[in-house]
């Protein structure tokens, strides 16, 4: 019962966002380049171009346009791409399987690693590993992403040859859904770009790991589990990480956001044919209409994972459940 | 020999800048059954003597010296493994704050049933009967619901009940009690002591109770011990003590009490306060705060000594007594 309150609540928020993206968005159009000249080209007389313009209600005042822009949103309806002459919304949709699984793959490669480094590095802070860690996290933080992308591609795929560095290889097609999880050629593609996207999070989730538990390890609640005469595997892995976590949810929430706006660096390097790399290829062709579709798309992702992040939240923090808001 | 045994203990923190020593030779000993309150202003090493017994000190923080003998065996030497075997099972604790004692995100039943699962095998179904059965022994309402409750759900007082309840779980011999009733309610706190006292004794439990509360000692305990700057400074019967205190520390202790007949009046605070362990002084640590000091105070250590029944450390205590 809460957790449907819950939800109703963060469904009325999430409206909010949209709401607010939709009039980014449509702004957005209403500002870059003129529309016409990308449909009819330039040989086209002025009149026959205001009479388009009044056909098309590009003079209808900006309240009566974005009603109208809104309206055929809601439908699914994001315009044509002028490029790709095909619906926006389609041309996006096809390339979200391709992002979505880089993302996957670096939010797997994230938490598998700073987690385990996390909690080694809090319990045994003075070692030489830990301090290893901490060293290597802090270079990481500070070089940008696209020198740790081009340096694994010279490395990997360059000098040793190991790995593929662009497009996505071998896929299999679903019929809704084109993978290259199940292929060795599409994991192969995989590596590499996921491992630079990862790279962007890894440090900091492995200090804020680190550091947020290491407050637990000193709390009371952990002293007391000590004292009761528990294993270590039992107060390090229920008692403290299950504390830790609180903060460090809070925190992924946040960086989801991040991560998407990664993607477009990281699949423009690795040319990998995802959402960003369209997006910024529709950038470069003024293809008003993907680039809004674009933004939408991703501000409906990015809503989508705040709430079932919110979710897991409350389920791991059982203070929330009684109030419904975060304590 | 007694059940536990501690003798001339020392806990040190080595860190960077200096050797800091909590503990500089603590003696004690406690019967089975028996209770013993340990007495001293913040900082004088109460919990780090308690702590050291179970081997519960944090980094870096180390037992530097002395023994801890219990039932016979060696303490400050077992390994880890070994002195799981100890914790929560022969010695329990409960700690100050119920609050922060239990944790946040796992309910009263897990936390419960996990200390017997530690130490003894069972089905599940029997823990949780055993475990309701101590809820309801500690006087919880409801023991079934608060089974599967958070803590947050329960009251400060509901909270340290259930930390009674979890400590006496596998029937320790010995029970330590760090200011148990310090973060409650002035109202519930006399409930949860005579609860506690009440327990103890159904169960022959030896309890260490380390409190500032003067009167408390004198009302549960049969021994006591009263520490300054990391040492015992005097020690023997809580009746004797606090009838005829030898030491001018402990003294100053009593006399900070309110009494009845100054009740309102200013309190007799000790003058000065506790030293940080980077800087102890010399001789008796006491003796800046001290009115009988004299040369030989400040220049030599004095000695736990028997004085009359009981043991002091002051070379004054004979002419004090
Ligand atoms: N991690 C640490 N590093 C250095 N010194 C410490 C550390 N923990 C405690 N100490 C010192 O050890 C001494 C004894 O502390 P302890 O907690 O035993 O005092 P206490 O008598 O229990 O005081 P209180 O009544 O405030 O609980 C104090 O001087 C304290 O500053
Ligand atoms: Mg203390």
Not at chain 1, 201 to 229: C, D, H, N, Q, T
Not at chain 2, 255 to 273: D, E, F, H, R
Request: proline share 5%.
């Amino acid at each position: 019962m809460d957790t449907l309150a819950f939800l109703i609540k963060r469904l009325g928020q999430a409206a909010v966002v949209m709401l607010v993206i939709s009039i980014i968005g449509f702004s957005i159009q209403d500002n870059l380049g003129d529309p016409l000249r990308e449909l009819v080209g330039q040989s086209v007389s002025e009149e026959v171009r205001d009479e388009l313009r009044e056909e098309m209600g590009l003079n209808d005042p900006f309240f009566v346009q974005y009603w109208r822009f809104l309206t055929k949103a809601v439908q699914g309806d994001l315009g044509t791409s002028y490029f790709f002459k095909k619906p926006a919304l389609e041309v996006i949709m096809g390339k979200f399987p391709a992002t979505f699984e880089l993302v996957l793959a670096a939010t797997f490669i994230i938490i598998f690693v700073s987690v385990p480094v996390g909690i080694y590095c809090a319990i045994h802070p003075k070692s030489f590993f830990s301090r290893l860690a901490m060293a290597v996290s802090i270079v990481g933080i500070s070089v940008p992403v696209f020198l740790t992308a081009i340096f694994s591609i010279y490395i990997f795929a360059i000098y040793l040859d190991w790995l593929p560095s662009y497009g996505r290889g071998d896929t299999v097609d679903l019929g809704f859904w084109r993978t290259g999880f199940l292929s060795l050629d599409g994991l192969s593609h995989l590596i590499l770009p996921a491992l630079a996207l990862s790279s962007i999070m890894l440090p900091l989730f492995i200090r804020l790991i680190r550091g947020e538990m290491m407050e637990v390890l000193r709390s009371e609640y952990v002293r007391f589990a000590w004292a009761k005469g528990l294993h270590p595997s039992r107060v390090y892995l229920l008692h403290a990480f299950k504390n830790t976590l609180l903060p460090v949810i809070t925190v992924g929430g946040v960086q989801v956001g991040t991560l998407i706006a990664y993607t477009i660096l990281t699949e423009t390097v690795f040319q990998w044919p995802g959402m960003g790399f369209l997006f910024l290829e529709a950038v470069n062709r003024v293809d008003t209409p993907l680039i809004i579709a674009y933004i939408i798309v991703v501000g409906l992702i990015f809503v989508i994972t705040n709430t079932i992040v919110d979710l897991v939240y409350t389920m791991v923090n059982p203070m929330v459940r009684i109030t419904g808001v975060k304590g | 020999m007694a059940l536990l045994e501690v003798r001339g203990l020392e806990v040190a923190f080595p860190l960077r800048a200096a050797r800091l020593q909590a503990l500089r030779g603590v003696d004690f000993t406690l019967e089975e059954g028996e209770r013993l309150g340990i007495v001293g202003e913040s900082g004088a090493g109460k919990s780090m003597a308690a702590y050291a017994i179970l081997n519960l000190i944090s980094e870096p923080g180390r037992i530097s010296g002395g023994e801890i003998w219990f039932d016979g065996q060696r303490l400050d030497t077992l390994s880890n493994d070994e002195m799981r075997g100890i914790r929560g099972n022969r010695i329990a604790m409960i700690f100050q704050d119920p609050m922060m004692t239990l944790n946040p995100v796992l309910t009263v039943g897990t936390q419960m049933i996990e200390c017997l699962a530690a130490h003894r095998t069972m089905s599940e179904a029997q823990a949780q009967d055993l475990c309701i059965a101590k809820l309801r022994e500690v006087a919880i309402p409801s023991p079934e619901a608060r089974f599967n409750a958070y803590p947050h759900e329960l009251s400060g007082g509901l909270r340290q009940r259930v930390v009674i309840a979890i400590a006496l779980l596998l029937d320790p011999a010995i029970i330590i009690a760090d200011e148990p009733t310090t973060a409650l309610d002035v109202t519930i706190q006399a409930e949860i002591m005579g609860l506690m006292m009440e327990l103890c004794d159904n169960h022959r439990v030896g309890l260490i109770l380390i409190t500032h509360d003067l009167a408390v000692v004198s009302d549960v305990t049969q021994k006591m011990l009263v520490m300054y700057a990391g040492r015992v400074v005097e020690t023997g019967t809580t009746a004797q003590v606090i009838a005829r205190p030898a030491h001018p520390y402990t003294r100053g202790l009593l006399q900070s009490l309110p009494q009845k007949n100054t009740a309102g009046g200013m309190l007799n605070q000790i003058p000065g306060t506790m030293p940080s362990l980077a800087a102890v002084p010399s001789g008796c640590a006491f003796h800046p705060r001290c009115e009988h000091t004299d040369a030989r105070c400040s220049s030599e250590l004095p000695q736990l000594r028997a004085v009359g029944r009981r043991m002091v450390s002051c070379h004054h205590a004979e002419a004090l007594k």
